[in-house]
């Protein structure tokens, strides 16, 4: 008996000895490792190996990675994403072909041995013996499928990877304890499957089910003789043998296949020569990886997704335990996306503008009620090339969008009207609403402090002759912006602040809204999604609900499935009915006859408003019915672009407006995502008019369109019936084009540092 240590095992040393003593008897340390018996010997003696007895005695066998798959809200498939494109089939899917072929090449007695071949072992020993070298390995089928789960459980980590491959004495050990353990665990058959599931083929295939499809486009348990020898061949060296790249050595290697089943009696030789013959017949299936393959053009939607994933701690505490399962894959992941209102929503992108123009365009439509997001869209694809993006211009930075969003004009004005209208304040208010002012100050915000116009800014509507006073109804119609200002001076900040909280408005960035007079005038960053789910809340009479994508998610883990929790929506009360209704009737006379009227349905109550910005660099439109609200954004994604003089979709602007861009868009993409649906409407709110004052001025004038800041909105042309009276002319307007005093802050760029702050200059961000 070997001498022991005083603790009572044997010393590290000792207990290598044993090992390799019985070991190479049993045909053992040596199987696979292929090297010469003096070397793994000399790495014994010094000490190398683990003690055997110390190694834990279960395999951890992770779940193979597989595809995931991502589909509309009717089933259909969108788009496949996988860390390790595979797909895991039963050993009775797998050709009758493959499992001989595969037992053949790699280890014929592997019916007739248990983990470790004595035989295979020793005739290797005697191989590389007379060689002096490595001429020949002896490694199990078995060996070889443990070594591939310590592969599979490094993942992507090249570490990891490389630590699970090494060719030491003390992993192979390793390998070969659990080799024991997993063949009286699961037995031959398992065995092979386990195998045939987790090898890599080559090709970014793993198992043989992705090879099938890979190289041949059918399935695993298709192949034929020719077929299934082929894929066995490249197993050993996938590179080498591909037959993609090399033909003549792929046909070799398959052909020398055939043989060994001949010799060992799985096919005669007859069958084997006249399968040799046989071309190889490729029909190669390209790797399809990724949301930059979804279909109906909702790449920017299936990232959108994957972000979800990635961020919402329903599926894991931290991102990495998120990631872990994503990257598991084998998930069926079912969305709200809606075919029909995706297909329309890009559609109208491309109707209106082209992915060469110098701006781009994103859109996205989400259900009232539900936060359910039915389309998401934009003009410039996902892409790496020209005129493509990875950026989701329709999110916020945290799923993948800009970095700060992008400042939205006059659609900012309705949450402050809803704030001053839960504050009390009548629909008939009027303001004075001069033509130029400074910042009030000081102006209450939140938390008893006080903004104060320390730098005694100034701000202005659109012309001269826009001066009021004026009443809700008009200010709005017009985007009169000394009207919104002094409304936030008359209830504070506080009440718009705390409304825009209740509609999770946020920066692009994530960050609360700054507390500054300026936000009235959509001076601040926010991303269309956040735009077109706080207006979904006037739709839906008030209730804010969160915005979701994912219906349901099944994963399937060792031909078991099982359904994971995923983010429900939560509703939750914004604002009374009356508010919003009253806001709906507000933004139902913008589109019926007001700045808004190029983006109107005429088939349905719909309500929406224009926004344009400092220097023509952003252009909304943010529309509702009853049943489905939208946000389309125009603009350049670095901010560097002024929408002056420019041909968008092949139509010259001298100017750009909220309504003539951004608002013909979002017609378009609601009338085809709600062809076929109810018609449901708005609960009706009469607003009496504010008083005689403006109802003819003006009249005539104006070129019935919304002018935005910078010679913008603030003076809408057209006349606006009965209902708002006479709008201030448009480009004829009696104050001209006067320059604007506010100024988005220099280094406002998509995807890097900067932003607008708000801080609090002055300006005509008007509708």
Not at 636 to 664: C, F, N, W
Request: hydrophobic share 35%; proline share 5%; with cysteine.
């Amino acid at each position: 008996m070997p001498k022991k240590r005083s603790g009572g095992g044997l010393s590290p040393s000792q207990q290598a000895a044993k090992f390799l003593g019985v070991s190479v008897l049993a045909g053992a340390v040596l199987a696979g490792i292929a090297l010469p018996a003096a070397g793994a010997l000399g790495l014994a003696a010094k000490g190398s190996v683990q003690g055997f007895d110390d190694i834990p005695a279960n395999l951890k066998r992770p779940p193979l990675s597989q595809r995931t798959t991502i589909l509309d809200d009717q089933g259909q498939q969108l788009a496949q994403v996988y860390s390790r494109d595979r797909t895991v089939v039963e050993l009775k899917d797998i050709s009758p072909y493959m499992q001989k072929a595969i037992v053949a090449i790699e280890d014929s007695r592997f019916y007739q041995h248990g983990a470790i071949d004595l035989k295979g072992v020793l005739r290797a020993l005697n191989k590389n013996a007379q060689s002096g070298g490595v001429a020949q390995g002896a490694s199990t089928l078995t060996q070889q499928y443990v070594k591939n789960v310590f592969v599979e459980e490094a993942g992507d980590d090249p570490t990891k990877v490389a630590e699970a491959t090494q060719q030491t004495l003390g992993r192979k050990i390793k390998e070969l304890k659990y080799a024991i353990q997993v063949e009286q665990d699961l037995g031959k058959k398992k065995i092979l499957e386990n195998y045939l599931n987790i090898t890599f083929f080559g090709e970014q295939a793993y198992g043989v089910e992705a090879a099938s499809q890979r190289y041949f486009s059918t399935h695993a348990k298709d192949l034929t003789l020719p077929q299934a020898a082929l894929l066995a061949g490249i197993v050993q060296s996938p590179s080498r043998y591909d037959p993609v790249n090399d033909e003549a050595e792929a046909t070799k290697r398959r052909n020398t296949v055939l043989q060994r089943m001949a010799e060992v009696g799985d096919v005669s030789q007859a069958e084997a020569d006249k399968a040799k013959k046989a071309p190889l017949e490729l029909k190669v299936t390209q790797p399809r990886n990724g949301c930059i393959t979804a279909v109906k053009d909702a790449s920017f939607f299936c990232k959108y997704v994957e972000q979800i994933f990635l961020t919402d701690p329903t599926f894991g505490k931290t991102r990495a335990e998120r990631a872990k399962v994503w990257n598991q894959g084998g998930l069926t992941i079912r969305t709200t996306l809606d075919s029909k209102a995706q297909a329309s929503v890009q559609d109208s992108l491309k109707q209106h503008i082209h992915q060469s123009d110098s701006v781009a365009a994103a859109s996205v439509l989400v259900e009232p009620g539900t936060g359910k997001v039915l389309a998401m869209g934009q003009s410039k694809p996902y892409g790496y090339g020209k005129n493509e993006t990875e950026i989701n211009y329709s999110v916020g930075s945290d799923l993948g969008g800009s970095n700060f969003g992008f400042p939205t004009g006059s659609t900012f004005k309705p949450f402050v009207a809803a704030a001053a209208l839960e504050q009390g304040k009548p629909p008939t208010q009027e303001y004075s609403s001069p033509y130029q002012m400074p910042y009030p100050s000081p102006v209450q915000a939140c938390d008893g402090k006080q903004w104060a116009n320390s730098a005694h800014e100034k701000l202005e509507n659109e012309s001269t002759t826009e001066h009021g006073p004026y009443a809700l109804k008009e200010a709005m119609a017009k985007s009169v912006n000394t009207y919104f200002v002094q409304m936030i001076s008359d209830i504070g900040l506080c009440p718009v602040v705390t409304m825009t909280d209740k509609l999770h408005v946020v920066q692009g960035n994530g960050d609360k809204l700054p507390q500054t007079p300026s936000i009235a005038l959509g001076a601040v960053g926010i991303s269309p999604l956040t735009m077109a789910s706080a207006y979904a809340t006037f739709a839906s009479r008030g209730m804010y609900c969160t915005p979701v994508a994912i219906e349901s998610i099944t994963q399937k883990i060792g031909g078991q499935e099982k359904s994971l929790a995923v983010p429900k929506t939560r509703c939750t009360r914004a604002m009374s009915e009356k508010t919003a209704d009253t806001v709906n009737a507000l933004l139902k006379g913008v589109v019926d006859s007001g700045t808004g009227t190029l983006a109107g349905l005429s088939d349905r109550d719909n309500a929406g408003k224009t926004g344009t910005t400092d220097e023509r660099k952003n252009a909304w439109f943010v529309g509702y019915t009853p049943n489905l609200s939208g946000a389309v954004w125009v603009g350049s994604a670095t901010q560097k672009v002024q929408m002056t003089q420019i041909r968008i979709g092949g139509v010259y602007h001298e100017l750009v407006y909220g309504a003539d861009v951004p608002g013909p868009i979002w017609r378009d993409a609601m009338t085809g995502a709600l062809q076929g649906k109810g018609a449901p409407s708005f609960n009706p709110v009469d607003i009496p008019d504010g008083g005689d004052k403006g109802k003819d001025k003006d009249k005539g004038k104006g070129s019935g369109r919304e002018k935005g800041d910078n010679g913008g909105n603030n003076g809408d042309g057209g006349l606006i019936g009965g209902l708002f009276g006479g709008l201030t002319g448009g480009t004829g307007g009696d104050g001209g084009n006067p320059n604007p005093t506010f100024t988005a802050p220099g280094g406002f760029i998509q995807g890097q540092t900067g932003g607008s702050r708000g801080n609090g200059n002055g300006g005509r961000h008007g509708g």
